[in-house]
């Protein structure tokens, strides 16, 4: 674990060292802000490991943010697509976005699509708000995923005093409509969100995906992470591009779950 994340916080100091252009540090807090009215081209990378059996588990998810206009709101789209290869048996895991139910052999491929809209002023004041709703579809492959259309409500709240960008996301989401054979779903997401610009582009960060699902068994229903780490809003030529690292432990996990994760995100920013 320690390896590959010094490994990535020594290609952050060598790659994009502290130059940036003045407008960049206002430009790093826009980037954070979840309902900022940006498009935006992110893709993460997630290793989970310490599961049961020695398992282990990698997702890519591409997350394209879409802001569009209708009168004093934004409408925020934000899609969420992830690729998933898992090498566990027998255990069913959740990690934010992506659900996993239980599978008996390695596997890879396409997750289970979803789409977050929120609702927000076009003129925000100090506390911005978003509301809306989550919907995810069964695009999965190879069983990496639930066959179960699920939907639900998306609340978002924050504030950015001086260096801080600081607020929270909440949604839950029912199945409605899929195969009965399929088990019902019903899960909670939390994302509390704390970053500190130090200037020059870096902040720290810290952004854990907390999740509950309600249709497991009492005291295997959380997946409780902690941790944080640093990232860097830098420019290749007129480009901006927000680099992030993260490193997460699971202090509170269901059966099987994995012990701790680590997450390298790239985003493309493009300003109007």
């Given at each position: 674990?320690y390896q590959k994340i010094l490994l990535c916080i020594g290609l952050l100091l060598i790659f994009f060292p502290g130059h940036c252009f003045?407008?960049?540090?206002?430009?790093?807090?826009?980037?954070?802000?979840?309902?900022?009215?940006?498009?935006?081209?992110?893709?993460?990378?997630?290793?989970?490991?310490?599961?049961?059996?020695?398992?282990?588990?990698?997702?890519?998810?591409?997350?394209?943010?879409?802001?569009?206009?209708?009168?004093?709101?934004?409408?925020?789209?934000?899609?969420?697509?992830?690729?998933?290869?898992?090498?566990?048996?027998?255990?069913?895991?959740?990690?934010?976005?992506?659900?996993?139910?239980?599978?008996?052999?390695?596997?890879?491929?396409?997750?289970?699509?979803?789409?977050?809209?929120?609702?927000?002023?076009?003129?925000?004041?100090?506390?911005?708000?978003?509301?809306?709703?989550?919907?995810?579809?069964?695009?999965?492959?190879?069983?990496?995923?639930?066959?179960?259309?699920?939907?639900?409500?998306?609340?978002?709240?924050?504030?950015?005093?001086?260096?801080?960008?600081?607020?929270?996301?909440?949604?839950?989401?029912?199945?409605?409509?899929?195969?009965?054979?399929?088990?019902?779903?019903?899960?909670?997401?939390?994302?509390?969100?704390?970053?500190?610009?130090?200037?020059?582009?870096?902040?720290?960060?810290?952004?854990?995906?907390?999740?509950?699902?309600?249709?497991?068994?009492?005291?295997?229903?959380?997946?409780?992470?902690?941790?944080?780490?640093?990232?860097?809003?830098?420019?290749?030529?007129?480009?901006?591009?927000?680099?992030?690292?993260?490193?997460?432990?699971?202090?509170?996990?269901?059966?099987?779950?994995?012990?701790?994760?680590?997450?390298?995100?790239?985003?493309?920013?493009?300003?109007?």
């Amino acid at each position: 674990m320690y390896q590959k994340i010094l490994l990535c916080i020594g290609l952050l100091l060598i790659f994009f060292p502290g130059h940036c252009f003045a407008s960049d540090e206002d430009l790093a807090k826009k980037s954070q802000n979840p309902v900022g009215n940006m498009v935006s081209l992110p893709l993460e990378y997630w290793h989970h490991d310490g599961m049961a059996q020695d398992g282990s588990a990698d997702a890519l998810i591409l997350k394209p943010v879409y802001p569009v206009g209708i009168g004093s709101v934004t409408l925020i789209n934000r899609f969420i697509l992830p690729y998933v290869g898992i090498d566990v048996t027998g255990v069913s895991q959740s990690w934010g976005n992506i659900e996993i139910p239980p599978i008996s052999s390695k596997g890879s491929g396409l997750g289970n699509f979803s789409y977050q809209g929120f609702l927000t002023p076009s003129s925000p004041g100090d506390i911005i708000w978003g509301v809306g709703a989550a919907l995810e579809f069964p695009t999965n492959t190879d069983g990496l995923g639930s066959d179960r259309w699920s939907a639900g409500p998306s609340l978002l709240i924050l504030t950015m005093p001086g260096n801080w960008v600081v607020g929270a996301l909440l949604q839950n989401i029912w199945s409605y409509a899929g195969p009965s054979d399929q088990p019902t779903i019903n899960k909670l997401t939390f994302q509390y969100f704390i970053n500190y610009n130090m200037g020059n582009g870096w902040y720290l960060t810290s952004t854990p995906i907390m999740t509950a699902d309600w249709e497991q068994a009492s005291g295997n229903q959380w997946t409780v992470p902690v941790g944080g780490g640093l990232g860097k809003l830098t420019r290749f030529g007129k480009q901006p591009v927000d680099f992030k690292l993260q490193a997460f432990s699971n202090i509170e996990k269901p059966e099987g779950g994995a012990d701790w994760s680590m997450m390298f995100a790239v985003k493309f920013l493009f300003p109007k």
